[in-house]
C-alpha cells in the first residue's frame, strides 16, 4: 500500500513540477504568471530596496540643505566620517614612514621630466607599485597630485592615466601615480603555480575578495585607503614636494578613492573626482549596474553615506567634479550630487570652491577634455595661476617600461608578499578568536533588527489559489506577505484526509517551486509517511523570481542576485537576513496551520543547495525546529578565503549576512539549530 501510494504521488508531484498550471482550474502547482493573476512579484525586491532608500534620501537631501553655519557642516562632516569608518570597519594600521623602505627600482629620463619606478609596503607584506614624475627644473619645493587607478588591467600604465601624469608634470607638479589592488603589478589572487590570475583582475577581483570582507562586515576599500594614505606620507616626505599643496584625481574606481580620501585625509588640499559620482538613487534606478566591492559599502544610503554626502565632506577645500555626458554615472544623478553639496559649501562660506565640468559627447574615461580641466584645476588652486592647457597628445611608454617589479607581480616577487585574500583571512579569524559565546539572543538581535521584528503584529492573510486532489493527496498554491509588499509563495502537499499528518516539512530547494522535479521522489515519500510538505519560495525565487536586470547568471558576478544583494547592503541589512525573515513566516504559517489538529506536532526545515543557508538561519533563531537538515552548505565561512574560482551556489553575497560580523561560523549556527549537515 505504502508503495503504491508513493508511486501515485510521483507521479502526482511529477506532473505538477512539469506542466503549465491555471490559476482557477488547478492542474499543477507551479504558479502561473503574475502569481497566478493575484500579484506582480518580478520588482518587488528591487522596489522594497528604493522605497526603504527613498526615506533616507530624503532625511539626508533636508540634513545638507539645512545646515545653518560653518559649525554645523563640522558636526556634519564628523558625522559623515565616524559612518565612512564603520561601514570600511575601520581602518588597518598602515606604515607611516613608507619611504624609510621605498626601494627605487628604475629610472626613465624623457624630455623635461623624469619617471622613478617605486615600491614601498603600506603593511607588513603589502608592497606598492608606483610611478613617480618629476619635473626636470625646480625652483624650491613643488605642488604634487596623487593620482588613484581607476579599473584598468594595466594600472597605473593604462595610456589615459599616463597622459594625465604628463601633462600634470609638463604644467609643474610632482605626480604619484600608483597601483590600486587587483591592477598592474597588485593583483591579489594569482595561481601559485602558472602565475595567472585565478578570479579575473580588477572589478572581477574586488568583489570576489570583497565576499571574504563581508563576513566580518568590513570593505575591501580599507586597503585601498591605506594603500593611498600610504602614498600621501611618501609623497609628502619627498624633498621636492610642498606637503601643504597636495591635490588628488582619478577616474572611474581612481574617482571613488579620491573621494574616500577627500573624506578621510586632510593632507588633500585640492581633488577632482572624475566619473565616480552621481547619487545612490540614481544607481538604484538604473537597475543593470553593479557596484564593485570597493564601493559596495555596508549602510551607504542608510549612511549617511551618499555621493553628495561625500562632496559636502571635503568643504570649504576646492573641489571639481569630473563627468562624461554619455557616462553609465549618469549625469542627471551627478548634477544632483553637486547641486546637493553646494548647498554644504554655502553654509561653509565657500559656495565658489565647489564645481563641475562635463565632457560633451564623450563615454566614461579620463578623457582629453577632463584631462585639461584637472590641469587648469590643479594649477588655479595648488600653483596660484591660470594654466594654458597642453593641444598634444603626449606619447605613452608601455607597460613594460613603466614596470616596477621583475616578475610583473609583487605576489611572486617577494616572498614574504601577502594578498588582501591573506589579509580578509586573518581578520576572520581575529574575528573568531575574540567572538561572544554564540547565542540565540544575540544571533537574533545581530539578523533581525527591531524595526523588522520576528513576530510582527501584521497578520499572515495567506490566500489559496488552488487545490488539486487526487488518490494520493492534496496540492496547493498559496501566497501570503512576508512583509509590506514582498509577496511569497509556495506548494503544499499533505496526506489524502484518511492518512493523518504526524510532521511538517518546510522544504528549501533551488529555484523553489520552479525547481521540484528534482525533489519530486523525495516530496512523494514523505506524504506517503504522513508528512505535510511545504516548498516554499523565499523572497525573490520561484514563483516570485526577481526580473533580470543583468548580463550575469545565477548568483554569478554581476547576476540580478549579485546586484540585489549588494543594494540590501547599501541599506545596512543584507538579502541573506530578509530571506531569513520570510522563512520564519513560512514557519509561523505552518505551525498556525497545524494549531487545529496537534500543537505538539514536529516541524522541521530540509534545506539543500544555496537555499539551505536561509533555513539554517531561521532555525539557529527559532529554535524549536524538529531535527533540521541541510545540504549543499560550506563546511566553514572560511572557504571564502580559499584561492580558487568562485563558487557562487556556496558563498556570494545574497548568501551572506555582514550584520554578523564574524561572530557566528556554519558550524555555531548547526549547533543552535539542532541540525544536521548533509554531504
Known amino acids: 500500500m505504502m508503495l503504491r501510494q508513493s508511486l501515485l504521488l510521483l507521479a502526482l508531484v511529477g506532473s505538477f513540477a512539469a506542466a503549465p498550471s491555471n490559476a482557477l482550474t488547478m492542474e499543477t502547482t507551479r504558479f502561473s504568471a503574475y502569481t497566478d493573476g493575484f500579484h506582480a512579484t518580478g520588482s518587488q525586491v528591487a522596489d522594497w530596496v528604493k522605497h526603504h532608500a527613498a526615506l533616507h534620501f530624503s532625511t539626508g537631501a533636508a540634513t545638507r540643505e539645512n545646515l545653518a553655519d560653518a559649525s554645523a557642516v563640522e558636526a556634519y562632516q564628523q558625522k559623515v566620517r565616524e559612518a565612512f569608518l564603520r561601514s570600511l570597519g575601520g581602518l588597518p594600521e598602515r606604515n607611516r614612514n613608507p619611504s624609510a623602505d621605498a626601494v627605487e627600482t628604475g629610472r626613465l629620463e624623457r624630455d623635461g621630466y623624469h619617471i622613478r619606478k617605486l615600491i614601498h609596503q603600506s603593511l607588513p607584506g603589502v608592497y606598492v607599485t608606483s610611478n613617480l614624475y618629476v619635473p626636470s627644473r625646480l625652483d624650491g619645493r613643488a605642488p604634487a597630485v596623487l593620482v588613484g587607478c581607476g579599473h584598468s588591467r594595466d594600472g597605473k600604465a593604462s595610456s589615459a592615466y599616463q597622459r594625465v601624469c604628463i601633462d600634470l608634470v609638463r604644467a609643474g607638479f610632482v605626480v604619484l601615480i600608483m597601483d590600486a589592488p587587483g591592477h598592474g603589478e597588485?593583483?591579489?589572487?594569482?595561481?601559485?603555480?602558472?602565475?595567472?590570475?585565478?578570479?579575473?583582475?580588477?572589478?572581477?577581483?574586488?568583489?570576489?575578495?570583497?565576499?571574504?570582507?563581508?563576513?566580518?562586515?568590513?570593505?575591501?576599500?580599507?586597503?585601498?585607503?591605506?594603500?593611498?594614505?600610504?602614498?600621501?606620507?611618501?609623497?609628502?616626505?619627498?624633498?621636492?614636494?610642498?606637503?601643504?599643496?597636495?591635490?588628488?584625481?582619478?577616474?572611474?574606481?581612481?574617482?571613488?578613492?579620491?573621494?574616500?580620501?577627500?573624506?578621510?585625509?586632510?593632507?588633500?588640499?585640492?581633488?577632482?573626482?572624475?566619473?565616480?559620482?552621481?547619487?545612490?538613487?540614481?544607481?538604484?534606478?538604473?537597475?543593470?549596474?553593479?557596484?564593485?566591492?570597493?564601493?559596495?559599502?555596508?549602510?551607504?544610503?542608510?549612511?549617511?553615506?551618499?555621493?553628495?554626502?561625500?562632496?559636502?565632506?571635503?568643504?570649504?577645500?576646492?573641489?571639481?567634479?569630473?563627468?562624461?555626458?554619455?557616462?553609465?554615472?549618469?549625469?542627471?544623478?551627478?548634477?544632483?550630487?553637486?547641486?546637493?553639496?553646494?548647498?554644504?559649501?554655502?553654509?561653509?562660506?565657500?559656495?565658489?570652491?565647489?564645481?563641475?565640468?562635463?565632457?560633451?559627447?564623450?563615454?566614461?574615461?579620463?578623457?582629453?577634455?577632463?584631462?585639461?580641466?584637472?590641469?587648469?584645476?590643479?594649477?588655479?588652486?595648488?600653483?596660484?595661476?591660470?594654466?594654458?592647457?597642453?593641444?598634444?597628445?603626449?606619447?605613452?611608454?608601455?607597460?613594460?617600461?613603466?614596470?616596477?617589479?621583475?616578475?610583473?607581480?609583487?605576489?611572486?616577487?617577494?616572498?614574504?608578499?601577502?594578498?588582501?585574500?591573506?589579509?580578509?583571512?586573518?581578520?576572520?579569524?581575529?574575528?573568531?578568536?575574540?567572538?561572544?559565546?554564540?547565542?540565540?539572543?544575540?544571533?537574533?538581535?545581530?539578523?533581525?533588527?527591531?524595526?523588522?521584528?520576528?513576530?510582527?503584529?501584521?497578520?499572515?492573510?495567506?490566500?489559496?489559489?488552488?487545490?488539486?486532489?487526487?488518490?494520493?493527496?492534496?496540492?496547493?498554491?498559496?501566497?501570503?506577505?512576508?512583509?509590506?509588499?514582498?509577496?511569497?509563495?509556495?506548494?503544499?502537499?499533505?496526506?489524502?484526509?484518511?492518512?493523518?499528518?504526524?510532521?511538517?516539512?518546510?522544504?528549501?530547494?533551488?529555484?523553489?517551486?520552479?525547481?521540484?522535479?528534482?525533489?519530486?521522489?523525495?516530496?512523494?515519500?514523505?506524504?506517503?509517511?504522513?508528512?505535510?510538505?511545504?516548498?516554499?519560495?523565499?523572497?525573490?525565487?520561484?514563483?516570485?523570481?526577481?526580473?533580470?536586470?543583468?548580463?550575469?547568471?545565477?548568483?554569478?558576478?554581476?547576476?540580478t542576485e549579485f546586484r540585489s544583494a549588494s543594494d540590501h547592503f547599501m541599506l545596512g541589512t543584507s538579502l541573506a537576513a530578509r530571506r531569513t525573515y520570510d522563512v520564519l513566516r513560512a514557519l509561523e504559517y505552518l505551525r498556525g496551520r497545524l494549531a487545529g489538529t496537534d500543537t505538539r506536532m514536529p516541524v522541521t526545515i530540509s534545506g539543500h543547495g544555496w537555499p539551505a543557508i536561509y533555513g539554517l538561519l531561521a532555525a539557529a533563531v527559532d529554535g524549536h525546529i524538529d531535527a533540521p537538515t541541510f545540504a549543499g552548505l560550506p563546511a566553514s565561512w572560511l572557504e571564502a578565503y580559499e584561492l580558487k574560482p568562485d563558487q557562487p551556489e556556496r558563498i556570494s553575497p545574497s548568501l551572506i549576512a555582514p550584520e554578523l560580523g564574524g561572530d557566528f561560523d556554519i558550524e555555531d549556527l548547526l549547533r543552535l539549530a539542532g541540525a544536521t549537515p548533509l554531504l
Request: proline share 7%.
Open 186 to 559: 597588485q593583483v591579489q589572487c594569482l595561481d601559485p603555480d602558472t602565475g595567472k590570475p585565478v578570479v579575473g583582475t580588477n572589478t572581477h577581483e574586488h568583489s570576489f575578495l570583497q565576499l571574504g570582507a563581508s563576513l566580518t562586515n568590513h570593505n575591501v576599500a580599507r586597503y585601498f585607503i591605506a594603500n593611498a594614505q600610504s602614498a600621501l606620507d611618501l609623497l609628502a616626505a619627498l624633498p621636492e614636494v610642498d606637503a601643504e599643496r597636495i591635490g588628488m584625481t582619478g577616474n572611474s574606481g581612481g574617482g571613488t578613492l579620491t573621494q574616500y580620501l577627500m573624506v578621510l585625509d586632510p593632507r588633500v588640499k585640492a581633488a577632482m573626482p572624475t566619473c565616480s559620482v552621481t547619487t545612490r538613487a540614481s544607481y538604484l534606478a538604473t537597475g543593470s549596474r553593479v557596484y564593485d566591492g570597493e564601493q559596495n559599502l555596508f549602510g551607504a544610503i542608510s549612511g549617511p553615506l551618499d555621493y553628495a554626502d561625500l562632496l559636502a565632506s571635503f568643504a570649504p577645500r576646492p573641489l571639481l567634479v569630473g563627468a562624461a555626458e554619455y557616462d553609465f554615472f549618469a549625469i542627471e544623478g551627478v548634477l544632483d550630487a553637486v547641486q546637493s553639496a553646494q548647498a554644504v559649501y554655502r553654509a561653509a562660506g565657500a559656495p565658489d570652491a565647489i564645481g563641475h565640468v562635463v565632457a560633451a559627447e564623450q563615454a566614461h574615461g579620463f578623457t582629453t577634455p577632463l584631462r585639461r580641466a584637472c590641469v587648469a584645476f590643479f594649477a588655479r588652486h595648488l600653483q596660484g595661476r591660470e594654466a594654458q592647457p597642453f593641444n598634444d597628445e603626449p606619447a605613452v611608454e608601455t607597460p613594460e617600461a613603466l614596470q616596477c617589479t621583475r616578475s610583473g607581480q609583487v605576489i611572486t616577487e617577494f616572498a614574504d608578499a601577502r594578498s588582501m585574500l591573506d589579509l580578509f583571512r586573518d581578520e576572520w579569524l581575529a574575528a573568531r578568536s575574540k567572538a561572544p559565546t554564540p547565542t540565540r539572543e544575540a544571533l537574533t538581535q545581530k539578523l533581525l533588527p527591531a524595526a523588522q521584528p520576528p513576530r510582527p503584529s501584521q497578520p499572515l492573510r495567506v490566500r489559496r489559489t488552488g487545490t488539486q486532489r487526487s488518490p494520493a493527496g492534496v496540492a496547493e498554491r498559496v501566497f501570503f506577505f512576508s512583509e509590506p509588499a514582498v509577496a511569497v509563495t509556495a506548494a503544499i502537499y499533505q496526506p489524502t484526509p484518511t492518512v493523518a499528518v504526524n510532521k511538517a516539512v518546510l522544504l528549501l530547494i533551488p529555484d523553489g517551486t520552479e525547481g521540484q522535479a528534482p525533489f519530486a521522489a523525495e516530496i512523494a515519500e514523505r506524504v506517503a509517511r504522513g508528512e505535510l510538505v511545504m516548498v516554499f519560495d523565499v523572497r525573490g525565487t520561484g514563483a516570485v523570481r526577481m526580473h533580470d536586470t543583468t548580463s550575469g547568471k545565477g548568483l554569478a558576478f554581476r547576476s
